[in-house]
């Protein structure tokens, strides 16, 4: 499949896009939250992708384009969108879909298709001598397949599920050899070595990993330490070494393990802004001067464990600018429920939603739209999303940069509706102070 982004003639438009997961989803739990109808359309689906042949997989009916992207979402398919439309008007629709690399084995499992003695076949040739695997092998090579379940019951893995079984079984010899070369892989070293996809791990895996090897999977693999980028008037010391947050030109960017162990000297910030999309964050420090007083953080859709943590610490009022579609007032909501206290959204208004450049909502953003505007908890974002669902379209924040100048009126109004500012006094001795909007 090919990605060549949108592309816009005299007065057509046209490319192909990828829909991608952030991260790998089982099957099994996918398809149990569907509907009788959907799960019906998702298993015709995934029967016309097992069987498909050639490399572009099958092209989408439009009563399967919903599913199709919600599969897509979970890591199950590969789905390509096309750009059709005017010039003035381009959209996307789901147009080829295929299975992931890693997903055939799950489907077949799912659709009840897969033959069972060629698969312990296979699996047995894979892990080869695997020293970690050598009772699983044995109880491999010893199960009698009539019975019910696939796994055998003395297993070390935990599941039942043949898939997530076999999956986990290759990782593991994976991870075994490239541990026996002096190296600690990397999680998505070994998805990738193991079941051809480095996003290939799921949650089912994950937790018979452990059960196979007997050892958190956080310890037995390296993994990529995450970026905390933010940028204002904040200062720090780790080990000795006092660090700025005004100090670089653009944007600070610490690992997020260094700021879990900030020492905070002081911050004389007004405010937090998070700011979901990474180029809208460094145009707001472009376009502004907003982060010599507030303390501006780059979100990247759902905050990690670390910008949630110092977020707690600095207990300052808290704003949140994010796309205007149903992930972004997820993302506020979520935002406000891990830090215990209210999270003001910043030009994501209805009024914004269909004065600025839009593009169209798929079925299934439109149904997330839905559940959300009945949501007590979200305040003026359940306007939002009631317009998104009305009118089946969302904003994205790059399309929004010539507000920048109104999203810095809008705080300031905010900050002067507040109580005096709170006075940072060291992390041992903090002095909590309530905001009050008048």
Known sequence: MRATGLKIGRKHAGGY???TADSRQDLGPVLAGLTAADTRTARTLLRRGLAARGPH?????PSESAIAIRLARAGVLSCEERAVGTAAQPHWIPWRARLALDAEVEVKEALGVFDAEAERREL???????EALGEEVALLRAHDLTLASRVPPASKAGTRSWSVYAATMRCVAEWQELRASGVKPSSREVAARALGSSKAWTPARRKAFESLIGRSFDEAMNHTEPVVKFRGPIRWQVNGRIGDGLSS???IGLPASTVNGLEIIDCSAEAILVVENEKTFEEVLRRSGLSERVLCVYGGGFLGEAEIALLRRLHLPTFAWADLDPKGIEIVRNIAKRIGHP???ILMTPDLLVSSPSRPASPEDVALAESLSNDGLLDGLADLAARIADAAVKVE????????????DVIDRQLTRMSAPKIWTGDREITHVEYQVD
């Open 17 to 19: 896009r990828l829909i």
């Open 57 to 61: 997989g099958v092209r989408l009916k």
């Open 124 to 130: 047995i040739a894979a892990v080869g001598d695997a």
């Open 249 to 251: 030109g653009l944007w």
């Open 343 to 345: 999270v003001t959204p």
């Open 397 to 408: 924040q790059e399309a929004m940069h010539d507000r920048i100048p109104q999203l810095v």
